[in-house]
């Protein structure tokens, strides 16, 4: 029988979770890109998708069971002001799945992004209108709030080829436009208004992805490096550096889940490099591509070591 202990972890199993697999896989596709354009080992990116994908699978299996034996908690979790903004990392894990075996496996890519696509089209709606209609408080707005809309600029990324330009432009304007608006909104908060909660500062990190993402997906798009792709990409460039120089605010905060914050945006700071790089082979960007792999990297072993060490100590999945 399972132990009270046990039914707790299994209730309390947080939507967060799949910041995981956004984490590597944001890994994964950083060195299949390196295979590519730095010619890297293979091997190495092969590995990762295959992890990626079954650390999705564990982490689905355990999220749906916990649906089907504790619904109120979920259901709690979709109505939680801050949650609620992870539960697009379902389908985000979903669209770069879909980037990740595009190359190699286009019809897996498909299987995933068709879904991915969908449900991520729902959950920005209902993540907006629930902005809307339930009077959010200053205080809940957190850079976690860019989670639905990073997912949006997502889309074009893997999904040339699928469908109409027509269809990814949409959802490359959504992420933009509500990139936009948002920043104005947490940079209010956070310069004006309380601190964050401290398991809730290394979301600041997520602020690299928008532009970083959506450099990638207007160049997978129209294959154009002009005036608005260079925008984006010193954008990406800036809040890469403004994170570094606040170093400190990092260095001391107390393990949470979502630490894994850290991975996704500096993955795709590291793509994005490697992008331009191949774009006009610039020594810098070569060196800064290597920098960015290494930081990815060495963050992710980090970040996983301290998952596993608190899994163990039963720290995650017990209590609120």
Known sequence: METIQEKNRLKFFPVMMYAIVMGLSGLTITYQ????????????????????????????????????????????????????????????????LAIIYKESFPTLSAIFWYPGTLLHFYLTMHTVAFWINENQQLDHSSPAWFIPIVGNVLVPVAGVGFINLGVLIYFFSVGMFFWIILFAVILNRIIFHNQMAAKFMPTLFILIAPPAVGFVAYFKMFEVIDTFALMLFNMAIFFTLLVAFMYKNFIKIKFFISWWAFVFPLAAMAISSMLMYNQNSCLSLQLFSYLMIAVVTVVVFIVTYQTLLHIQKEDICIKE
């Open 33 to 96: 890109k390196a295979a590519l354009w730095l010619h890297f080992p293979h091997i190495i990116g092969e590995v990762l998708m295959y992890i990626t994908t079954a650390i999705f699978v564990v982490v689905s299996f355990i999220y749906l069971k916990k649906f089907f034996k504790y619904k109120m908690a979920v259901k709690n979790e979709f109505s939680h002001p801050v949650r609620i903004n992870f539960f697009a990392a379902i389908s985000i894990s979903m669209l770069m």
